[in-house]
DNA sequence: TCGTTTATAATACGTTCGTACGTACTTATT
DNA sequence: AATAAGTACGTACGAACGTATTATAAACGA
């Protein structure tokens, strides 16, 4: 084992970390090289040791910030069978990650998609990924939901992930603007009571 | 009539609205001066004239934002009664204006509430008004439409305009991500659905 | 042990940022 | 006619930006 490749490695994540915590309050393209560099106490070059230019930084933000969301989001609901059981873990997950405040400015996929959704580039793509995959996974979901009979077969099942994405996003502005978790728990009433509809 | 004075008016809010363009798409922290002064062809030190702080123009990017989006989506539902056909008409205006492209980074309002919601300061608090006026709007709608029985009672008004707003929120970050206009449509279709709940 | 590789840092460079200042020109006031 | 007010522009400045270069110390492979 390379002992320095080891260090270099612990200080890459933490740098990524650090660069997603930030960029989940100031955006992507606000984000600096020196702040992140003093959060850390560490020099600004030795930020750029770790990833050599800015764009590198920001893609390995959102790596780090995807590897934060799915082990605080998504493994979890696997204990829950998938159907409705594991849709509501996600969604239940999802608010509770948003009220932890696991990142400073709320969630940092809502933040920065909106920052670069009309701005070209492999920054864009990459957090248009992340967003089809949680898009997909819900979706999916529903779909087991809908075939086991607990949830009403229209709207489509990506209707109903897409409305429940922008239900969440909006408890992400909401909570972020007034700093209280009525949105958040408003939100987790609209969902339940969207996803009651089979029961009618 | 002083003629000074008009003409400051006049590059006053040919600035604003330039301002408002570009930080559609870059977003209003990371608009610069430079970019809209070459934008219109004028010096920077103009719209330095113009806007002597960058704040200064960041919310009179806001204001003239604010003057469009009336223009565009409030003003033209007025003549639709009050209640479910007005509701019907901003939601249906609102759609058409991300459609339209009025702004070229989709919806000001949604972009920049997302850049501002984790930073306090006079930017978010003229943003968070105008998101404010624009839920107290839509909820005297659907409470109008629930007393006069077009709506259902429950979920509460409130609720209902915040999910509206989740909803046209969505599909403005989709049709940016996208650029084709399926989201809007599909968007369209769920809120018609979630204001029909009255007729089962 | 010696040369190589790697992480971290210090320093510097060119560019762009927001802002301040001085000035030319136009319009209004006296 | 003379002074004041207001717009538009050129220029300049310090700070911060991203990036490139170089140096130092530690860990590896031969």
């Not at 320095?4 to 660069?19: D, L, M, P, S, Y």
């Not at 969440?168 to 603007?177: E, R, S």
Request: proline letters at 4%.
């Amino acid at each position: 084992m390379d002992r320095r490749r080891e260090r270099g490695e612990i200080t890459r994540k933490t740098v990524a970390r650090q660069a997603a915590a930030i960029a989940s309050v100031t955006g992507l393209s606000s984000m600096t090289l020196a702040t992140v560099a003093e959060a850390l106490g560490i020099s600004k070059s030795s930020v750029q040791a770790a990833y050599p230019t800015k764009q590198d930084l920001q893609l390995g933000a959102i790596a780090q910030a995807t590897e934060i969301f799915v082990a605080q989001v998504i493994t979890p609901s696997f204990e829950q069978p998938e159907g409705l059981p594991r849709l509501r873990a996600l969604t239940d997950a999802w608010l509770d990650y948003i009220a932890q405040r696991v990142f400073p400015g709320g969630c940092f996929m809502v933040s920065n998609l909106n920052d670069f959704d009309s701005r070209p580039g492999e920054v864009r793509d990459a957090l248009a990924r992340g967003r089809k995959g949680w898009l997909a996974l819900l979706a999916r979901q529903v779909v087991v939901a809908q075939t086991a009979g607990e949830v009403a077969a229209h709207p489509t099942a990506s209707m109903r992930a897409f409305e429940i994405d922008a239900l969440l996003a909006a408890a992400n502005l909401a909570h972020n603007l007034t700093d209280d978790n009525t949105p958040i728990e408003t939100t987790r009433e609209l969902i339940a009571l969207r996803l009651d509809d089979v029961a009618r």
